[in-house]
């Protein structure tokens, strides 16, 4: 128990709270193009500029950011939720002893798992409210009107019930394995480097954080996708016309993007993706490890004075 509530593994939540928040903001306008680019279907552009470049002219300039605010709340929570979980299964099973490559995979699914479960609600608000008031070239896109998270939580309990703030479960779960694979690299990347030097340089985390997160990445693409269209849950069912957001529907979902794009365009967006993703995984890892480290400091100078 002492393990779960320690204040070393608050540090590590807040700091990856911290670093994800910073990298987000940074990279936010890559995410916004790999978004558009997998649940609106007709989009001719398919590169990541050409997007962003059709939103601007479009939208406005400030188009790339819509939503920022309820993508950032939700990160927040969520990486909060998930290194805090990581950090004290860690400190629970390893117990001082050094950790193992099964063992930070095992964690990082748990941790996951856990994440899911409690921040998927969060994440259906805001795909729907970045996605508001966006120029989609797929007529069957229902447009939605929320004025804000609140009203967008009170609505779509109101027209869909409250299973709907949980729309893209089943594949969010089979995800886990993404922070899963990315933890699971990036602690063995870490492992083998601090073998050959005593510190790690702040490109040395940018790299192995960059490393990691384009394989977990390019591994869990297709259903990345699939997650996305069920989060936003505002596409019909042809024929029957009637709102996709059920989790039956991830098979169907698939196989309607094998049929009409080929097994391309499981990855459509995946440039865009990798942008965001590596960019952000790798800032916000250099971001962590610093305030950690420094957090550490500043706690160890602390005791020293006391005693």
């Not at 083998?192 to 192995?208: A, E, G, N, P």
Request: hydrophobic share 45%; aromatic share 10%.
């Amino acid at each position: 128990m002492a393990s779960v509530l320690s204040y070393e593994s608050l540090v590590h939540a807040v700091a990856g709270a911290v670093g994800s928040v910073t990298a987000m903001t940074v990279f936010f306008p890559l995410d916004t193009a790999r978004l558009r680019l997998q649940v609106d279907e007709k989009r001719k552009s398919k590169t990541t500029h050409m997007v962003l470049l059709e939103i601007i002219k479009e939208e406005g300039l400030l188009a790339p950011y819509r939503g920022w605010f309820p993508v950032i709340s939700s990160l927040c929570c969520s990486n909060f939720v998930y290194f805090y979980t990581f950090n004290s299964l860690k400190a629970i099973w390893v117990k001082g002893q050094n950790s193992t490559t099964g063992k930070d995979l095992v964690v990082g699914f748990v941790a996951g798992v856990v994440n899911v479960l409690l921040t998927t609600p969060l994440w259906v608000v805001n795909t729907r409210l970045k996605l508001q008031g966006a120029k989609f070239r797929n007529e069957d896109i229902v447009p939605t009107n929320y004025k804000g998270i609140i009203d967008a939580f009170h609505q779509i309990i109101r027209d869909e019930g409250i299973l709907a703030l949980w729309n893209g479960t089943f594949p969010s779960l089979l995800l886990v394995f993404n922070p899963a694979i990315q933890f699971m690299f990036y602690e063995g990347l870490k492992r083998q480097l601090l073998k050959k030097r005593m510190k790690l340089s702040s490109v040395d985390v940018f790299i192995i954080g960059a490393v990691a997160k384009a394989i977990a990445t390019t591994v869990t693409y297709p259903m990345q996708t699939v997650q996305s269209i069920l989060r936003f849950g505002r596409h019909r069912l042809n024929p029957e016309n009637r709102t996709l957001g059920s989790l039956r529907n991830v098979l169907y979902l698939l196989h309607q993007r094998v049929r009409r794009f080929g097994i391309i365009g499981l990855y459509k967006g995946l440039e865009a993706k990798l942008l965001q993703t590596v960019l952000t995984a790798a800032l916000m890892f250099l971001v962590y490890e610093k305030l950690t480290a420094a957090t550490f400091t500043v706690m160890g100078l602390k005791r020293a004075r006391k005693h």
